[in-house]
């Protein structure tokens, strides 16, 4: 991998909409992405995912995946592009059986035992995820030069209630059942991942990345305590190790779905930005995020479904609300793959003119 292109991410990112709002910087208009932007909604999208077989297939085919990447900013004229990969290339890359089957998600050979932790494969990563790296600097050379481009991955508590679960799981009650009865068996999964999540997002910086963001999409299905061991660390220090080698590149947080715990995630993992799922009220966002730091979100997905006059209400609610400050308009999750792109034309648009 060449690492020519990560003096991007420290030198011309200052130029640039969205990693000024990132490092706290009023823009008016705000700066616009969406979570899924890539995806099933658009036809073009379609078209490659057709060619390109099965989606692990398409994620680790560098040409493919720059170009789905591209597709919505070239379409909607979005002020970031985020790399076209997904958060199970972790496990896939440590060598659990990783599989995605159509209608049924993702599908994995269950990591339940500690003898099973240690049989995962934590050498060679860097190569194993050398096609995502690869298609980060194809659309590094793509990209305009005032659009940025995020990478992301994981957070170790998400990409461990899949490697436990093998799936996704309404109640986690495999993965909360080990965590609760042998933490300390299950903290060494949380290590593995911690080191392989820092890796590659270190390596996502060298190949391009000018932005970070950590999903942890099932941050929410945790009490307080466990909330603080298995994603609220986890996430610091990932931080932390990232930090020391890229000061400058900004992280953003997304913990979905624990409610005021966002106040504390802010504070104690040292993101730069939350991204906050559409439940937490605008106001409290606004009075108790936007001191700590840069808020990004959000939308309800399900109102750019409906498009129309409440999309665009709610929209300019969120920007009256929390534009003053850094903020970066995003949706709560991600695009439901029903969407019409006329509707995400039209909440740019809308955006565009705040």
């Avoid at 896939?92 to 209608?103: I, P, S």
């Avoid at 750019?304 to 929390?322: H, N």
């Amino acid at each position: 991998m060449s690492l020519s292109t990560s003096s991007i991410a420290t030198e011309s990112t200052v130029t640039k909409k969205l990693t000024q709002a990132l490092n706290g910087k009023r823009t008016s208009p705000p700066p616009i992405w969406l979570m899924r932007q890539a995806g099933r909604y658009l036809p073009e999208y379609m078209e490659i995912r057709k060619s390109a077989g099965d989606f692990l297939s398409l994620c680790y085919t560098p040409e493919l995946a720059a170009e789905v990447t591209l597709q919505p900013v070239r379409r909607f004229g979005l002020d970031a592009a985020i790399i076209f990969s997904d958060i199970l290339v972790i496990p896939d890359a440590l060598g659990q059986n990783v599989r995605f089957a159509e209608g049924e998600g993702p599908l994995l050979e269950p990591v339940r035992t500690s003898e099973q932790i240690e049989r995962l494969d934590r050498g060679g990563l860097e190569d194993r995820l050398g096609p995502v790296y690869q298609a980060l600097e194809c659309v590094r050379k793509e990209l305009s030069p005032d659009v940025a481009l995020i990478g992301f991955a994981g957070a170790p508590w998400t990409v461990a209630t899949y490697m436990v679960e093998g799936g996704g799981s309404r109640d986690f009650s495999l993965v909360k059942g080990w965590a609760f009865s042998a933490p300390d068996e299950f903290q060494r999964l949380i290590d593995v991942l911690v080191e392989a999540t820092s890796a590659h997002l270190i390596s996502q910086i060298a190949a391009g990345a000018e932005a970070l963001q950590i999903f942890d999409t099932w941050a929410g299905a945790l009490p307080e305590q466990a909330f603080i061991r298995w994603c609220v660390l986890p996430v610091k220090e990932i931080v932390s190790r990232v930090r020391e080698k890229h000061p400058r590149v900004p992280i953003i947080g997304f913990p979905r779905g624990v409610g005021v715990a966002y106040k504390m995630y802010g504070r104690e993992t040292g993101v730069n930005a939350l991204s906050i799922d559409s439940s937490v009220p605008l106001a409290w966002a606004a009075s108790d995020l936007q001191p700590i730091c840069v808020v990004q979100g959000n939308l309800d997905p399900a109102m750019l479904l409906a498009g129309g006059k409440p999309m665009i209400s709610a929209a300019k609610d969120i920007v009256a609300t929390l534009g003053e400050r850094g903020f970066v308009f995003n949706l709560g999750h991600g695009i439901i793959r029903t969407t019409p792109p006329d509707h995400v034309a039209a909440l740019v648009e809308e955006v565009r003119a705040s």
